[in-house]
């Protein structure tokens, strides 16, 4: 069975920075792509970063330069570190598996259940 479960969420004054972490089970990096999504109140789900073992990470424009995905394969777990913190990246956040790397959630089969992140001074 997959499973997928996220941390290291919580609340952040902007300019900061949060790692956010998942940790994946019942499947091998090597046969999924992974994706970092979000959704904001009241607004669609959106990809964040996605990697998988043809390629990547990439990175949404909006968050390019700030935030980057990496993963320790040996432990089965995927990272996001999230830097220079803005409001507009509060969100729930989604740890994401699926067959091909990408930004739409509907290629995305398997998800954690979200952590939120909440940029506030």
Do not use: H
Not at 33 to 41: C, E, K, S, T, V
Not at 50 to 73: E, H, I, L, T, W
Request: glycine share 14%.
């Amino acid at each position: 069975e997959v499973q997928l479960v996220e941390s290291g969420g919580g609340l952040v004054q902007p300019g900061g920075s949060l790692r956010l972490s998942c940790a994946a089970a019942g499947f091998s990096f090597d046969d999924y792509a992974i994706g970092w999504f979000r959704q904001a109140p009241g607004k669609d789900r959106e990809g964040v970063s996605c990697v998988s073992s043809s390629g990547g990470p990439f990175y949404a424009d909006s968050v390019k330069g700030r935030f980057a995905m990496s993963s320790d394969n040996a432990k089965n777990m995927v990272y996001l570190q999230m830097n220079s913190l803005e409001p507009e990246d509060t969100a729930v956040y989604y740890c994401a598996a699926g067959d091909e790397v990408g930004f739409l959630p509907d290629m995305y089969a398997y998800w954690g259940q979200g952590i939120q992140v909440t940029v506030s001074s």
